[in-house]
Structures are given as structure tokens and as C-alpha cells.
């Protein structure tokens, strides 16, 4: 059974194996001082010098470069590729444009064949028979005779009418044939037809298929690039928040220059508020030409505020580049 001093002393010791050993904080802090002291940050779970970490920094922006630059060509690839697909499918839109009135009139010349080749035949007239009237149906002379008259009469009625049956037959006859060569004709038309609308079409998929596959392809090859820059990007912002742990006075002893969250090397950034001040000249100067060699007070460039900032910060980087 424990006592109650065994008891205490145990409890103690559990207190000090919670409680920090007193300086490990500040030793923690003495040593990121000393680190930075030597002008070293810490990134990636290390201790590096703010030079080699610029220079990181550095390699990093310029492969983020060359990726944007790869996604400006694959953009530029893709946009000529759409316009090659848009005129491929220009030209078989209007080719088919064509064909399809093409088809519509054959359609239309089948129908109307159809209709005269549908039309009904002629009727054959009555034929009134070739017996004439016999004399002993009739009690008289004068009742046969009007009966033969009527008889003789009803012969040649039926005889101009079989004519003119047979001449519209034959005419009928004429025209049905006519109708059923130009049915055929236009059914052969609209086959034809048909096999060059399906042959432009399998020629439209031919062309365009390499061209879509292409752009399949560069499409997700930026993709790939875009997300690698993404990854550079992130890598970029953690590089930066450890060269922000460093004090600016070291920063800019060392030449590294920050500009809206950006970091540059002294030379580059001087070459970059020349690169301003050069465009602000040159619209100037076309200004002044076309203003008649008079540049008003108020005259003032869109990018006179960023070369008003760019110069304070450049300033500020002269005089603390170079100082311990």
C-alpha cells in the first residue's frame, strides 16, 4: 500500500514531465535570432540562407514563366485548331446547302411525276352493240325506222367517241410512260443525291477527326501544365512568406526587392521601372507630336501612378542594397 509521502512524490514528478524546462522557449527563440542573425530562414523544414532561397525563388518564377509561355502556345494551338474545325465545318455546311436544294428539287420533280403517273385512264364509251333494230319488234314501218335511226345514230355517236377514247388513251398511255421513266429517273436523281450528302458528310468526319483529336490532346496537355504551374505557384507563395520571416534592412542589403507581393532581384526591378518610364516617354512623345509639339500640365500617362510607386520602392532599395 502507497503512503502519502510515496503519493506526493509521485505526483511531483508527473508535474515536472508537463512542465517545460525553463529557457526552452527562449532557447527556441534565441536560435531562430541567431539563424537570422547569419541572414538564414527557414523553409522546408531547414535553415537556408535568403540568398539561396532567392535564388530558389527565382528559378521557380522563371519555370513558372516557361509554363505560361507553354500555355499561351497551347492556347494559340487550340484556337487555330477551333478555327481550322469551324471552316471545315463552314464549307460542308454550305456544300450540304446545296445538296439539300439540289434534293428538295428532285423531291419536287418526283412528286410531280408521281401525280401525272397516278392520273386516271380515259373511260371507254358504251357501246351500243352491233344488232340493229329487227322489223318485228315494231308495229309499224314508221316505228322501225325511228328505231333504225336512232339505232344508226347511237352506232356513230359511239364511233367518234371510241375515236376520241383512243386518242386520249394513247395520249394517257404517252404521258403515263413519260411519268414512270422521269419516277425512275428521280428515284436514281435522289439516290445519287443521297450518296454524295453521305460521302461529303464521311469526308467532313475524316477532316475534322485529326483536328479534334489534336485539340483533345493540347487541351490536356495545358491542363497538365496549368496544374504543374499551380504547384509552382503554391511553392512560390510559401518561398515568399519565408523570405518575409527575414527583416526588409537584410532583404534589400542583399539586392531583393518586393513589389506587390512579388519578389525581384535590384537589376530586375530597375529594368522594369525603366521598362515604365520608357513607355510613359514614348506615349509622350506621340502625344506631343500630335498635339503640335505642346504637352499640356495635365497631361498625365495611365501608368504615371505605378511609376510614382515603382520609383519610391526603388528608392528605398538603393539605399538599404549593399548595408550589413
Given amino acids: 500500500m502507497m503512503t502519502m509521502d510515496?503519493?506526493?512524490?509521485?505526483?511531483?514528478?508527473?508535474?515536472?514531465?508537463?512542465?517545460?524546462v525553463a529557457g526552452t522557449v527562449a532557447m527556441g527563440q534565441d536560435d531562430a535570432a541567431s539563424h537570422l542573425a547569419k541572414g538564414e530562414v527557414q523553409y522546408d523544414h531547414k535553415w537556408i540562407t535568403i540568398q539561396d532561397l532567392f535564388g530558389l525563388y527565382e528559378a521557380?518564377?522563371?519555370?513558372?514563366?516557361?509554363?505560361?509561355e507553354k500555355t499561351k502556345a497551347a492556347q494559340a494551338h487550340i484556337a487555330e485548331l477551333t478555327k481550322q474545325d469551324a471552316k471545315i465545318v463552314a464549307d460542308y455546311t454550305k456544300d450540304k446547302r446545296v445538296l439539300d436544294t439540289e434534293m428538295a428539287k428532285i423531291r419536287a420533280a418526283g412528286y410531280a411525276a408521281n401525280a401525272r403517273y397516278l392520273a386516271p385512264a380515259p373511260v371507254r364509251p358504251w357501246d351500243p352493240g352491233n344488232n340493229a333494230p329487227n322489223r318485228g319488234a315494231y308495229q309499224n314501218d314508221a316505228q322501225y325506222q325511228a328505231a333504225v335511226n336512232y339505232w344508226n345514230n347511237a352506232r356513230n355517236n359511239y364511233q367518234q367517241r371510241l375515236n376520241d377514247y383512243n386518242q386520249q388513251l394513247a395520249?394517257?398511255?404517252?404521258?403515263?410512260?413519260?411519268?414512270?421513266?422521269?419516277?425512275?429517273?428521280?428515284?436514281?436523281?435522289?439516290?445519287?443525291c443521297l450518296k454524295r450528302l453521305?460521302?461529303?458528310?464521311?469526308?467532313?468526319?475524316?477532316?475534322?477527326?485529326?483536328?479534334?483529336?489534336?485539340?483533345?490532346?493540347?487541351?490536356?496537355?495545358?491542363?497538365?501544365?496549368?496544374?504543374?504551374?499551380?504547384?509552382i505557384q503554391a511553392k512560390l507563395k510559401i518561398m515568399a512568406d519565408s523570405l518575409r520571416t527575414a527583416p526588409e534592412s537584410k532583404r534589400l542589403a542583399l539586392g531583393i526587392v518586393e513589389y506587390r507581393e512579388e519578389f525581384y532581384s535590384l537589376a530586375e526591378f530597375q529594368a522594369m521601372v525603366?521598362?515604365?518610364?520608357?513607355?510613359i516617354e514614348s506615349a509622350r512623345q506621340k502625344f506631343k507630336e500630335g498635339a503640335g509639339g505642346v504637352v499640356p500640365a495635365s497631361w498625365r500617362h495611365p501608368k504615371q501612378d505605378e511609376a510614382d510607386a515603382m520609383a519610391v520602392v526603388l528608392a528605398k532599395a538603393k539605399a538599404g542594397a549593399g548595408k550589413s
Fill in 6 to 20: 510515496r503519493v506526493r512524490t509521485v505526483l511531483l514528478a508527473a508535474a515536472l514531465l508537463v512542465i517545460p
Fill in 60 to 68: 521557380a518564377q522563371k519555370d513558372l514563366a516557361g509554363l505560361v
Fill in 171 to 192: 395520249q394517257w398511255t404517252t404521258a403515263h410512260n413519260a411519268a414512270k421513266a422521269e419516277i425512275d429517273k428521280q428515284i436514281a436523281a435522289e439516290k445519287d
Fill in 198 to 231: 453521305a460521302d461529303r458528310l464521311a469526308a467532313r468526319n475524316e477532316a475534322e477527326t485529326p483536328v479534334k483529336t489534336e485539340r483533345q490532346k493540347t487541351t490536356d496537355e495545358m491542363r497538365a501544365i496549368q496544374t504543374q504551374a499551380g504547384s
Fill in 274 to 279: 525603366d521598362k515604365v518610364n520608357a513607355d
